[in-house]
């Protein structure tokens, strides 16, 4: 039996490429440095064997290939034991491109925010046309129990991220898709680890629009002049976009302003009305962008329209883990100021007066250099209290951001700090949101049993 072994296994995207890997009957093995759910919950319920920390010990001689994570770059022990014994390895979307993608129709679903919701929507949205497409999407979707599967239909539905593809391989990762359909969700400056701008950004999503066949597909965020400006370099496949104005071809029209109901049309003609458990204008706009999609493909729309009300979207996107007590507590993950003021925003239409308190972890690359940090307080505005996580690590002060909030707000150095204040604050009646990209040591849940506990 053919073997591989993924660095970086318990990530989003090489958890999928893993379970793909096992689909295809091929031996999987792994190594991990973080390892926490929901992926490695995925991972264990596949049966699939891996190691915390990356000792080149852990990659086995049955090993024909190493699949090479973009978190791992030259000094890691194990690149360098693979380098060193010239053993063949690969990145997770090159090994995508070869060993699945090969005689499918490819949907890629591209932008700053909303990837993973979008293209789990759909995914979710061909399902309910019967086409039982293929999937590798970057979190656990709540209507397949999965992140990743092979698909008996022609449709293959990728989230595509621009961030790059490996040490080696400084692309876009979805460079390597050369989709028939893609979709472009929105565009912001992220990434600041590997992106100078806002421009170096637009260059590699034009890369993308390269790539998409004339009698493909483009759908388009009728409302963010940076994908205009993509475009403006060149355009050579049919563009519909997607937006709340008249001059898109695919419109919402909010019934509730919380957007958990919205009226859709296409081409100025109504299809129908969606009802469903999302919040936000955001989560509408990632709705007109998968159903546009699904259109693209050949679904009819207004027959598969009914079925987002029962869509249960991600784990880990507005995931409500519990009430206790008169308190809601959230899992979400955020990233960037943008989708932080978007999610609180939806859940203060939905919640009215009541108090939003938000546990707030700036933890990915962009939010760790402090690219973000003049745009958090505002971000954060529609919060009546913030416990903010300052971890040791963070190359910036948090002071000033604590400062600015109009709220009340505390930095606190470390996790158990944190749920110590968190359960000082909340009362019967609020709303806890935890923000971060990462495992956040498991606070969510830890609250969750806190609340059912006696206050010391």
């Known amino acids: ?127 309910a046309a019967g086409r039982e497409p293929g999937f590798l999407i970057g979190g656990v979707a709540e209507d397949f129990g999965v992140s990743a599967r092979l698909g008996s239909g022609p449709d293959f539905v990728v989230e595509a991220d621009e961030y790059d593809t490996a040490f080696f391989d400084k692309r876009s990762k979805f460079v390597h ?55 403006a370099m060149g355009c050579w496949t049919p563009v519909e976009r997607f937006g709340f104005g008249e001059g898109n071809a695919w419109r919402a029209r909010l019934v509730e302003p919380d957007g958990s109901a919205f009226e859709v049309l296409h081409d100025g003609v109504p299809l129908g009305e969606v009802r469903w458990p999302l919040l936000g204008r955001h989560n509408v706009l990632n709705g007109l962008a998968a159903l546009a999609a699904a259109h693209a493909a050949g679904v009819d729309v207004a027959g598969v329209l009914p079925a987002l009300g029962r869509f249960r979207s991600v784990k880990r996107r507005m995931e409500q883990l519990g009430e206790v007590g008169g308190v809601t507590v959230y899992d979400d993950f955020a990233h960037h100021p943008t989708a932080i003021e978007t999610t609180l925003a939806g859940l203060r239409a939905r919640v009215g007066d009541a108090r939003i308190v938000v546990a707030m972890e700036p933890r990915s690359n962009s939010m760790r250099l402090g690219a ?56 019967a009646g609020d709303h806890v949101v935890f923000m971060s990209n990462g495992g956040f040591d498991a606070a969510p849940r830890r609250f969750v049993t806190a609340l059912g506990q006696p206050p010391r």
């Not at 999987?28 to 929901?38: I, K, L, T």
Request: with cysteine; charged share 20%; glycine share 8%.
């Open 1 to 127: 039996m053919e073997r591989i072994h993924i660095l970086g296994i318990a990530g989003t995207f090489m958890g999928g490429v893993a379970a793909l890997a096992r689909e295809l009957g091929i031996g999987v093995e792994g190594s991990d440095q973080s390892v926490y759910p929901p992926m490695s919950t995925q991972l264990e319920k596949l049966g699939i064997s891996l190691h915390q920390g990356y000792d080149p010990a852990h990659v086995s001689d049955e090993c024909a290939t190493v699949v090479v994570g973009n978190a791992l770059s030259r000094g890691n022990p194990a690149v360098e034991r693979v380098l060193a014994d010239r053993r063949p390895y690969t990145s997770g979307a090159q090994w995508l491109a070869e060993r699945v993608l090969p005689g499918r129709r490819v949907l890629a679903v591209a932008g700053t925010h909303g990837k993973t919701t979008t293209s789990t929507m759909l995914a979710f949205l061909l399902q």
């Open 177 to 231: 898709y050369r989709p028939t359909i893609a979709i472009l969700n929105n565009l912001e400056f992220d990434h600041a680890d590997i992106f100078p701008d806002l421009a170096a950004i637009q260059r590699q999503f034009h890369h993308l629009v390269r790539t998409v066949p004339g009698n493909g597909r483009l759908l388009v965020n009728g409302e963010d002049p940076r994908l205009d400006e993509v475009l």
């Open 372 to 427: 973000h940090a003049a745009a958090l307080a505002p971000s954060l505005a529609q919060a009546d209290a913030v416990v903010f996580l300052h971890r040791p690590g963070l190359a910036w002060d948090a002071a000033a951001v604590v400062a600015a909030l109009d709220g009340e707000a505390v930095a606190v150095p470390d996790v158990d700090t944190l749920l110590v204040e968190l359960r000082a604050r909340v009362r």
